[in-house]
């Protein structure tokens, strides 16, 4: 009886729950990834939704699988099984669609892989003229305006090794944005800066997450992760061990390997 009433009621919500999500698609979305290297199973049943907007933050010990985690999102590590989507598209595992998809997927590393024979603005103005066909007096426009955004704008054209290591990490995250990216990847963008560089980053990160850019940032930088994350995920042994909103996890995470980590890296 209970059923029978509440069919009506299912059928035309049905309707409205598929327009919604197909409008509402996880910008990044992880189902049952799995990943090897040899015999080491670097990545284990990862699940993952991120909405449009979110900035998550990957936590967790030294080979705990974040960075491989980060560079499977644009197929930089191809994955053993699982199904991986940008935006409800799913990954392609190769050719050209596949880079058509990776130029929606900004990309920020350790290193910053700036081309040391180009200067700064034309650091910023290469892909979008090469991949998107943008002609260059609107691709140097926008790389201006980018280089204005992440305040290096009178850096512009100097070369890469006349730039300091925050400066340089700044033109990398200005040259990301430079293709209208859907969504941010970080991987540990800070750990190779002196100290004293390290703010000046991780101020422009921070000025991109309340701007409204999905990312997902692999970090050591716990204040970061605590201002300006909407949620924390936990590694462990390629595992997400927990999944939890920043404040939640620093208060009281709830595994064992969460509150051994958090014991070692706030106490320093």
Avoid: W
Avoid at 17 to 25: L, Y
Avoid at 113 to 139: G, S, Y
């Amino acid at each position: 009886m209970t059923d029978d009433a509440a069919a009506p009621d299912t059928t035309g919500d049905a309707s409205t729950g598929d327009a919604s999500a197909a409008t509402s698609a996880p910008m990044i979305s992880m189902r049952n990834v799995q990943k090897h290297f040899g015999d080491l199973h670097v990545l284990r049943d990862i699940d993952l939704e991120v909405p449009k907007g979110q900035v998550v933050i990957v936590l967790g010990p030294s080979g705990s699988g974040k960075s491989t985690l980060c560079r499977t999102i644009n197929r930089l590590e191809p994955i053993d099984s699982g199904d991986i989507a940008i935006d409800g598209v799913p990954l392609p595992a190769e050719g050209r669609s596949l880079a058509a998809l990776r130029a929606d997927v900004g990309m920020v590393f350790q290193s910053f892989n700036l081309f040391a024979h180009k200067t700064i603005v034309e650091n910023v103005m290469l892909a979008p003229m090469k991949v998107r066909k943008i002609k260059k007096d609107a691709a140097r426009t926008h790389a201006m305006e980018l280089l204005t955004r992440v305040g290096i704008a009178n850096q512009a054209d100097k070369y890469p090794a006349q730039l300091s290591g925050g400066q340089q990490q700044r033109v990398a995250i200005a040259r990301a944005l430079a293709m209208n990216p859907k969504v941010m990847l970080f991987d540990e963008p800070t750990s190779a800066l002196d100290p004293e560089m390290v703010q000046e980053v991780l101020d422009v990160m921070v000025s991109l997450a309340k701007d409204g850019m999905t990312m997902l940032v692999v970090t050591h930088e716990m204040g970061f992760a605590r201002r300006a994350g909407n949620r924390v995920l936990f590694m462990a042994d390629g595992q997400v061990v927990e999944d939890a909103e920043p404040e939640a996890f620093f208060t009281a995470p709830k595994s064992d390997r969460a509150k051994d980590f958090l014991g070692k890296i706030l106490s320093h």
